[in-house]
């Protein structure tokens, strides 16, 4: 499909001004201008970002919540308001709708550790897909040991897709669970997870959608979506390190049972027994990350700045202009070839392992990532044990995929099969 690079000019989407409010963008890596490509394992973070941090560290560091003093006030005030903003950003209902966490995997294993303990049992099934990443595997094969409940897998396609009718028949009366990621990281597949939590609460099962690789690349809208659980991190939307978050139905977080026990989670506590705070605070025992509930504050004003719809055909076009020119590269196989893609493009290049790759292409400035990327499945499903992949964000450009074609042109070419 050919793109026409005057869309590729869209006047209120300027990637060329955007890089400029991104510093770590600016400096070279081994004598060539860094090409950072590697957006689904972690985004860069824009200055407003590291302003918001440097600015709770320099003048209002404390702890929120039980402080009258004005410092922990305000603390609390602007961890609270965070609160307020994602869930606005979401689509969520109210703020009590959010746990913050360290990231989309402690969001993940709060699900199977307070509702899965107290949902799931023996002989009971959690529907997953092939596509998976380690983060929404691992912490359902936990509980699955724990409880004598059963794993189930709605496999892909050869292009990377779960079709609509493997899921629906993957379903049962026993499926309690069905855990879903709505970008796979590996392959970039963005799955029709409208229809899939149709039909997953239409054979009674909850849904609990891996966000990661979404929130920051789409617009999203939870209620719209009315799936009842969405796991998200904020390390991967230009916020900082640490910081993620759980949207659960109101409904739901009210009758959860608390998943670690500690201060701030409690409404009374004596050596008989301790008496639990409503949602969300009963499941964020001890000192949260306030600075990092803060940067991702900074970082969804920014986004909503730019406009997640505007973000998206950005990265769109982006995506697309990449993939017409990563085929031309003679020996170059794409890995996955999903209907609808997003961020993310999975690749082998005949003659090189992907790891000698990516040490070539950081030599050439340019920034990918190599391996199997927490989905292991997906590379047993494509017969490789690992990919290369590169990754897109709201700073790269047209002249980024240059660079990322000649590197590895420059590298078949001195070292290829
Ligand atoms: N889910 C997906 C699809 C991911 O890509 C990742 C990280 O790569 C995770 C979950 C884990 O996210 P976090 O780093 O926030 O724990």
Same mark, same amino acid.
């Given at each position: 499909?050919?793109?026409?690079?005057?869309?590729?000019?869209?006047?209120?989407?300027?990637?060329?001004?955007?890089?400029?409010?991104?510093?770590?963008?600016?400096?070279?890596?081994?004598?060539?201008?860094?090409?950072?490509?590697?957006?689904?394992?972690?985004?860069?973070?824009?200055?407003?970002?590291?302003?918001?941090?440097?600015?709770?560290?320099?003048?209002?560091?404390?702890?929120?919540?039980?402080?009258?003093?004005?410092?922990?006030?305000?603390?609390?005030?602007?961890?609270?308001?965070?609160?307020?903003?994602?869930?606005?950003?979401?689509?969520?209902?109210?703020?009590?709708?959010?746990?913050?966490?360290?990231?989309?995997?402690?969001?993940?294993?709060?699900?199977?550790?307070?509702?899965?303990?107290?949902?799931?049992?023996?002989?009971?099934?959690?529907?997953?897909?092939?596509?998976?990443?380690?983060?929404?595997?691992?912490?359902?094969?936990?509980?699955?040991?724990?409880?004598?409940?059963?794993?189930?897998?709605?496999?892909?396609?050869?292009?990377?897709?779960?079709?609509?009718?493997?899921?629906?028949?993957?379903?049962?009366?026993?499926?309690?669970?069905?855990?879903?990621?709505?970008?796979?990281?590996?392959?970039?597949?963005?799955?029709?997870?409208?229809?899939?939590?149709?039909? %997953?609460? &239409?054979?009674?099962?909850?849904? @609990?959608? /891996?966000? *990661?690789?979404?929130?920051?690349? =789409?617009?999203?809208?939870? #209620?719209?979506?009315?799936?009842?659980?969405?796991?998200?991190?904020?390390?991967?939307?230009?916020?900082?390190?640490?910081?993620?978050?759980?949207?659960?139905?109101?409904?739901?977080?009210?009758?959860?049972?608390?998943?670690?026990?500690?201060?701030?989670?409690?409404?009374?506590?004596?050596?008989?027994?301790?008496?639990?705070?409503?949602?969300?605070?009963?499941?964020?025992?001890?000192?949260?990350?306030?600075?990092?509930?803060?940067?991702?504050?900074?970082?969804?004003?920014?986004?909503?700045?730019?406009?997640?719809? %505007?973000? &998206?055909?950005?990265?769109?076009? @982006?995506? /697309?202009? *990449?993939?017409?020119?990563?085929? =031309?590269?003679?020996?170059? #196989?794409?890995?996955?070839?999903?209907?609808?893609?997003?961020?993310?493009?999975?690749?082998?290049?005949?003659?090189?392992?992907?790891?000698?790759?990516?040490?070539?292409?950081?030599?050439?400035?340019?920034?990918?990532?190599?391996?199997?990327?927490?989905?292991?499945?997906?590379?047993?499903?494509?017969?490789?044990?690992?990919?290369?992949?590169?990754?897109?964000?709201?700073?790269?450009?047209?002249?980024?995929?240059?660079?990322?074609?000649?590197?590895?042109?420059?590298?078949?070419?001195?070292?290829?099969?």
């Amino acid at each position: 499909m050919a793109v026409n690079p005057d869309r590729l000019k869209l006047p209120q989407f300027d990637a060329r001004r955007i890089r400029r409010d991104f510093p770590a963008l600016a400096q070279k890596i081994h004598g060539h201008q860094l090409v950072y490509l590697d957006n689904a394992a972690t985004t860069q973070k824009p200055n407003p970002v590291i302003d918001a941090l440097t600015d709770y560290y320099r003048s209002y560091n404390a702890n929120v919540h039980r402080g009258v003093h004005t410092l922990s006030e305000l603390a609390t005030e602007r961890y609270e308001a965070a609160r307020h903003n994602l869930a606005q950003f979401i689509g969520a209902s109210q703020p009590e709708e959010i746990i913050f966490l360290r990231g989309a995997t402690e969001a993940i294993n709060l699900v199977a550790a307070s509702w899965g303990l107290a949902n799931i049992g023996a002989g009971d099934e959690i529907l997953l897909t092939e596509l998976e990443h380690h983060s929404n595997i691992v912490p359902w094969q936990l509980l699955a040991e724990r409880v004598g409940a059963r794993v189930v897998v709605a496999p892909i396609d050869q292009q990377g897709n779960v079709a609509p009718e493997t899921f629906s028949r993957a379903l049962s009366e026993r499926t309690r669970l069905v855990g879903i990621a709505q970008v796979s990281n590996a392959l970039g597949t963005v799955n029709p997870i409208t229809e899939m939590i149709r039909s %997953a609460h &239409a054979a009674g099962a909850r849904v @609990l959608i /891996d966000g *990661a690789q979404a929130v920051g690349h =789409m617009p999203v809208d939870v #209620r719209e979506l009315d799936c009842d659980f969405y796991a998200l991190s904020g390390h991967k939307m230009y916020a900082p390190m640490g910081i993620g978050a759980l949207y659960a139905k109101k409904d739901l977080l009210e009758r959860m049972p608390p998943w670690q026990g500690g201060g701030d989670m409690i409404r009374a506590v004596n050596f008989t027994r301790s008496l639990y705070a409503d949602p969300p605070q009963r499941f964020e025992a001890g000192t949260p990350n306030v600075a990092g509930a803060i940067g991702l504050a900074a970082a969804i004003a920014y986004l909503k700045t730019l406009g997640m719809e %505007a973000v &998206a055909t950005h990265e769109k076009i @982006l995506l /697309d202009y *990449a993939l017409e020119r990563l085929v =031309m590269v003679p020996g170059l #196989r794409l890995i996955g070839t999903p209907r609808k893609r997003a961020g993310v493009i999975s690749f082998w290049v005949e003659g090189l392992h992907p790891h000698d790759l990516g040490t070539l292409l950081d030599h050439a400035g340019v920034a990918i990532r190599t391996g199997h990327h927490c989905a292991m499945p997906v590379m047993d499903h494509f017969q490789v044990p690992a990919t290369a992949r590169a990754s897109f964000g709201v700073y790269n450009t047209q002249e980024d995929v240059h660079a990322l074609i000649a590197a590895l042109n420059q590298a078949r070419e001195v070292f290829g099969g």
